[in-house]
Structure formats: structure tokens, C-alpha cells
């Protein structure tokens, strides 16, 4: 009914740059936040980024000055701009999404299937 579709993940040198992108396609009404979340080999997920619909972030402090969060709320989008890449920012990126589809009441939480980004001379 609902999906959340990631693009964007890569192998990159320390010091690149990537954007990541994440679309929600179905029957939706509305998205509250939409935000990013890592999870590393052998750690937890952790939150990334997040913003709000209408356009309050906030960032874990590991990623604040690095990386950006955006959205486009006409086209159900969220992106993550990830410059000056540390190798610790090895991962699998999540995308999620809180969202109300078209005749329900609630709001639910949907994940994405992930990207991997890799960061590694």
C-alpha cells in the first residue's frame, strides 16, 4: 500500500560527498517527519536526521556541519545530503516515514529496505 524507495548509496573515498534519496509512493493522504537512520555492522540503528512537514531537522552531533536533510513534500521526498564522509559513516541507511494513507484515521510508520554506503580509500 505504501513504500518507501532509497537510492543514492555508493562506495566513496573519506572526504566525498552523497546524496540520498528516499520516496514514498501509494495511497497517501499525509507524512508527518520523515527522517534517516544508520545501522553499522554490530551496532544498533541509530537516528541520522530527521524534519519535520514543515521543515524543523535535527541531526545526531556525529553528522551536524556534514550532512543535510531536505524534503519535498509535493513530491513525497526526503533526501540526505552527506558531505566530508568519515570512514565511521560506513552503514546502512534507513529511510522512515510517518504516514497517514487515503481513508485511515492514523498515522503508521513505514521503513525503507536501506542503501549501503560505504566510505573507504
Known amino acids: 500500500q505504501v513504500q518507501l524507495v532509497e537510492s543514492g548509496g555508493a562506495l566513496v573515498q573519506p572526504g566525498g560527498s552523497l546524496r540520498l534519496s528516499c520516496a514514498a509512493s501509494g495511497t497517501i493522504f499525509s507524512i508527518n517527519p520523515m527522517g534517516w537512520y544508520r545501522q553499522a555492522p554490530g551496532k544498533q540503528r541509530e537516528l541520522v536526521a530527521v524534519?519535520?512537514?514543515?521543515?524543523?531537522?535535527n541531526y545526531a552531533d556525529s553528522v551536524k556541519g556534514r550532512f543535510t536533510i531536505s524534503r519535498n513534500n509535493i513530491k513525497n521526498t526526503v533526501y540526505l545530503q552527506m558531505n566530508n564522509l568519515k570512514p565511521e559513516d560506513t552503514a546502512v541507511y534507513y529511510c522512515?516515514?510517518?504516514?497517514?494513507?487515503?481513508?485511515?484515521?492514523?498515522?503508521?510508520?513505514?521503513w525503507g529496505q536501506g542503501t549501503q554506503v560505504t566510505v573507504s580509500s
Open positions: 524534519i519535520t512537514s514543515g521543515g524543523s531537522t
Open positions: 522512515n516515514a510517518d504516514i497517514r494513507t487515503s481513508g485511515s484515521t492514523g498515522y503508521h510508520d513505514y
